[in-house]
Every structure is written in C-alpha cells, then in structure tokens.
C-alpha cells in the first residue's frame, strides 16, 4: 500500500489508567482472543498460528508494541493480521492504530458514519466529567476528542453486512455510543464483538475499572451523548440472541449469564445504563 500521511488528534497522549487483567489474553473461543491493553479490550479473530487472522480495535495510545507482541504470540513471528475492523474512533479504540498500520500495511476498515471521526473532519463531543459515575468520568475531561486522521488507509464496511477477511461474521449498526459504532456478529455460534454498545464493567467508577468487577452496563457514561439510540442497539443485540459477548470493556461474559442480564440491559436500560444527570441526558430518557 503507497505511503498517506496520518496523524493523531492532537490531544491524544498516554492514560495513565490500569486495570487488574491489563497484558492478559483470553480464548474464549478456539478461534477467538481477546487481549487487555490496560483499559480497553481487541480482539483477534482466527485460530491460532492460522495465516488468515484479523485485528478488531487498536488499543490505547502508545501500545503498539504490546499489541504485535501479543499478535506474535498468538500467531508466530512476524504474523499480520489481513485487515483491522473498528467498532469506533474513540482514542482508546483506535489510540494505537497509526503504527499498526504503519507496521503491517494493513487496511482499516469502519461504518460509513464513523468516517468523519477517523479521516480529522469531525471531533467527537466533549467528555462529560460532570455525568453520574465515578472518579473514571470525573477524570474524562482529560481524554482526546479530537479526531485521528487516517486519509486513505481507512474504507467504508460493505453495506452489504459482510465483513472481509472475518468469514462468518456480520456487522451490525449499533449507534448511541457514537454515530457510526458497530458490533461483530456471527450467526453460526452466537459470538457477539459488542464495542462499547453495552460493557461488562462500570466504567465510570476507578473502583470498578482497577478491579474488573463483573457487571453489565450501557456504553460508557462520559463519552454517549445518544442514549436513545444508545438502547435501540442494546435491544437489537439482545434480540441477536448472542452466546457470548467480548466488550470493549470489562471481561466477557457468557451463556446464561450474558443473556439474563443482557435481557435485564435492554429492558431496564434507563434505570441500568443511563446517568441520573450528566449534560447528554434528559429526564424523557430514563423511561
Ligand atoms: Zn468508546
């Protein structure tokens, strides 16, 4: 692929935020790893040491290194994934991409409404510190809104629902979060790549965040300025019926435990998910 300039929004900078599981992988499945980068989950899709594999997220900036040492890991030396799939721009979803790509020469792809966030035409909305939550979204004003600009080495998903080079899985749109958020499914078995549409930790709370601690939740408060659309696509994944979740955040859940309470997500979301107060709400949501 010929050489296009790229460049971080300029507010991007390391985190300083980790959690218990951070440089910890999982297969949940045989063919299906999902990795820690200190707050934020990829995942890898492809047996093991298998040539045709693919990267989903980019971890938090300034884990390049980490991320091809835990892709060399689980496929070999020198292993490249076929392509990166994004389930949005968030800095922490894509806070490592530009090497990545730089390293692997590998495509990126996302839905066509992300792609205003990824290719600097667009900023997100500011993180609101002042949402119900925990010491998490206090500190969020912190964070990067600012677009990365990834030119051309960044294309739309096919509207088709396809996914290339990720056999079996679809892409299903699941805005709220951001505009342009997708989640991974496969029909065949279930496995459900959530993004940040719903996660398995309180991310607010630094508490939560450090430990880990199991419990399902709407996309992360600070950063969902849509909470309408945000539970329209916790019911459309819950109507998947998914038998396993990896989300952005938190560790997977499974089996009857993921559908009971993606269940009680979707039905209770505005008691569950959405703050009590915070500047992307409005009292009409909570009902
Ligand atoms: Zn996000």
Known sequence: MEQQPMTYGTDYKPIPAISA??????????????????????????????????LVDAGMPGSADEIIAATEERFGANSCPKAIFLTHGHFDHVGSIMELVKHWKVPVYAYPLELPFLTGKQSYPDPDPTVEGGMIAKMSSFFPNEPINLGKHVQPLPSNGT?????????????????????????EDGALIAGDAFVTVKQESLYAVLTQEKEISGPPRYFTPDWKSA?????????????LAITGHGLPMIGEELSKNLKTLADDFGRIAVPDY???VGQHHKH
Request: net charge negative; aromatic share 14%.
């Open 231 to 243: 539970w329209e696509s916790v019911k459309k994944l819950e109507a998947l019926k998914p038998s």
């Open 278 to 280: 915070g500047k992307y």
């Open 163 to 187: 996914v290339p080079e990720m056999e079996g899985f679809c892409w299903v749109h699941t805005p709220g979060h951001t505009p342009g958020h997708v989640s991974y499914f496969r029909d």
């Open 21 to 54: 599981t951070s440089g910890q992988g999982l297969e949940i499945l045989p063919d299906l790893y999902s990795y820690n980068v200190r707050i934020v989950n990829i995942c890898l899709v492809g047996h093991r040491y298998a040539d045709n594999f693919v």
